[in-house]
């Protein structure tokens, strides 16, 4: 089937240090995101990618990077200088960016500090 | 510029009774319509979408909604409430052009009491 994978599904980050959390989507889908998700809150779009290679921020990209080497996988960085980077991420990915084609999520990872 | 209010935050209903969560959308263009459930520490799972077919959409678990472009609204319902219904709820809207094309509601929390 199908979908897409997220890994891992805990992460623990130790103070200063940069982690890479994984998404992969077999969907052959374009355009893939990233959001973070605190508790009780809506999703909050951190990046996204419209196609290989290229990628634009969304409202809260500063202390993460993305890459977008392949059309199935769109790794996040959270890096050092994110200071609150304790929540729930969520990727997703969608056939193309300007459609009225749903998201398809991910089971997300959960990211907590050491 | 598109935006999307989901009017209650948390919704309490009894097991067997109608649900409603509301939700009312602005948009300059015919938008598309979603509605997403999401269960404990797991992604969003799509419910249903609107994309200006017929304004009465039927979606996946007994769930269905209505566009009604006179009061910009897509209110989610189902006739009989069941305990595996207890999520959080996102309304979702999108257009065709712009940036980026996705804006989601700040979710309803929705309780079923036994």
């Known amino acids: 089937d199908g979908g897409i994978t997220q890994s891992p599904k805990y992460l623990f980050r130790k103070e200063g240090q940069n982690v890479t959390l994984s998404c992969e989507q077999n969907?052959?889908?374009?355009?893939m995101y990233w959001y973070r998700q605190d508790p009780g809150q809506g999703l909050r779009l951190i990046y996204y990618?419209?196609?290989?290679?290229?990628?634009q921020k969304g409202d809260i990209a500063e202390g993460y990077s993305v890459s977008r080497e392949k059309k199935e996988s769109f790794p996040l960085t959270v890096t050092s200088a994110q200071k609150n980077p304790t929540a729930f991420y969520l990727c997703?990915?969608?056939?193309?960016?300007?459609?009225?084609?749903?998201?398809?999520f991910g089971d997300g990872t959960r990211l907590s500090i050491l | 510029a598109q935006s999307v209010t989901q009017l209650d935050s948390h919704v309490s209903v009894s097991e067997g009774t109608p649900v409603l969560l509301r939700c009312n959308y602005s948009?300059?263009?015919?938008?598309?319509l979603f509605w997403y459930v999401q269960h404990p520490n797991k992604g969003l799972q799509l419910l249903l979408k609107?994309?200006?077919?017929?304004?009465l959409v039927k979606g996946i678990n007994g769930f269905e909604a209505e566009f009604k472009k006179s009061e910009t609204s897509f209110h989610l319902t189902k006739p009989s409430a069941h305990m595996s219904d207890a999520a959080e709820y996102f309304c979702?809207?999108?257009?065709?052009?712009?940036?980026?094309?996705?804006?989601f509601g700040s979710g309803t929390r929705l309780q079923v009491q036994p």
């Open positions: 997703a990915s969608r056939g193309r960016e300007n459609s009225n084609q749903p998201q398809h």
């Open positions: 969907l052959n889908h374009d355009a």
């Open positions: 990618s419209q196609i290989v290679n290229d990628f």
């Open positions: 948009s300059s263009y015919s938008p598309s």
């Open positions: 609107y994309t200006s077919a017929a304004t």
């Open positions: 979702v809207v999108s257009e065709f052009t712009g940036r980026r094309a996705l804006t």
